[in-house]
Nanobody, 130 residues
Framework: QVHVVESGGGLVQPGGSLRLSCAVS????????IGWFRQAPGKEREGVSC????????YYADSVKGRFTISRDNAKNTVYLQMNSLKPEDTAVYYC???????????????????????WGQGTQVTVSS
């Protein structure tokens, strides 16, 4: 059974940085994608970024491109989301999500389509405020 556990949220001032971590376990092959969705109060969940464990390709939503970087440490089975130049509109609960449907995951992140499947973590709060 697949499990994902996030950590690293918190309160940061605008322009600051945070790094989220997601430990993943339970996959029996490398054919999956893992990344982050977020949900702000009163808004729909949106894809933020994902990385393919299969070939290492990375994908980002337009709203975070150039500010956020996703990476992975295979030895630790951990994925990181480095968030720089944070804005108040980045305030949300961030969820680590893993799914074997790589194409669908990519579309969800790049095109903003819903992501109803996959394994979701419990979420970690990121608040950007002065």
């Amino acid at each position: 059974q697949v499990h994902v556990v996030e950590s690293g949220g918190g309160l940061v001032q605008p322009g600051g940085s945070l790094r989220l971590s997601c430990a993943v376990s339970g996959f029996t092959s490398d054919y999956y994608a893992i990344g982050w969705f977020r949900q702000a109060p009163g808004k729909e969940r949106e894809g933020v970024s994902c990385i393919s464990a299969y070939d290492g390709s990375t994908y980002y939503a337009d709203s975070v491109k150039g500010r956020f970087t996703i990476s992975r440490d295979n030895a630790k089975n951990t994925v990181y989301l480095q968030m720089n130049s944070l804005k108040p509109e980045d305030t949300a609960v961030y969820y680590c999500v893993a799914d074997v449907n790589i194409p669908k995951y990519i579309v969800a992140v790049v095109a903003g389509t819903p992501m109803a499947h996959g394994t979701w973590g419990q979420g970690t709060q990121v608040t950007v405020s002065s």
